[in-house]
């Protein structure tokens, strides 16, 4: 069998695992609210032409990021940013650039939610700050 075909099969099993994990709160944490479906691809347009794409994993690939990004807005104040995490805390942190930058949650890894976001985004490039391999 196909690696590919066996992969999309396993994460498929596993999307109700997924989506229970992305709207249940967990204890202590808030649980992703309204916004649990950007991980599925459903994502509000920006309204920005082909932005640039960053994605940093969390708060510290955000943080680290951060210089760059003022740095760009700087240098390019017209230079659409789209700025994706995967975790609420980056999310936080992504929230303090204020208009520097759009923010979304990243996709899980099915090929329908990332060929949503992609064809409601069309990034013009695609910067990873870091990966988390689990």
């Known amino acids: ?46 309204g920005q032409d082909a932005p640039l794409w960053i994605h940093a994993v969390s708060v510290g690939e955000t943080l680290a990021i951060t210089p760059l990004i003022r740095a760009l807005k700087a240098e390019r104040p017209s230079l659409p940013i789209l700025l994706t995490t995967t975790t609420r805390t980056g999310a936080e942190q992504a929230a303090k650039l204020g208009d520097l930058v759009v923010h979304r949650y990243a996709p899980l890894d099915y090929p329908w939610a990332v060929a949503a976001f992609l064809d409601t985004f069309q990034p013009r ?10």
């Open 1 to 46: 069998m196909p690696y590919r075909l066996l992969y999309n099969l396993l994460i498929h099993l596993g999307l109700p695992l997924a989506l229970l994990a992305l709207y249940q709160p967990k204890r202590g944490k808030p649980g992703f609210g309204k916004r649990w479906a950007e991980h599925l691809g459903r994502l509000p347009a920006t």
């Open 125 to 134: 490039a695609l910067w990873v700050m870091g990966t988390a391999l689990w």
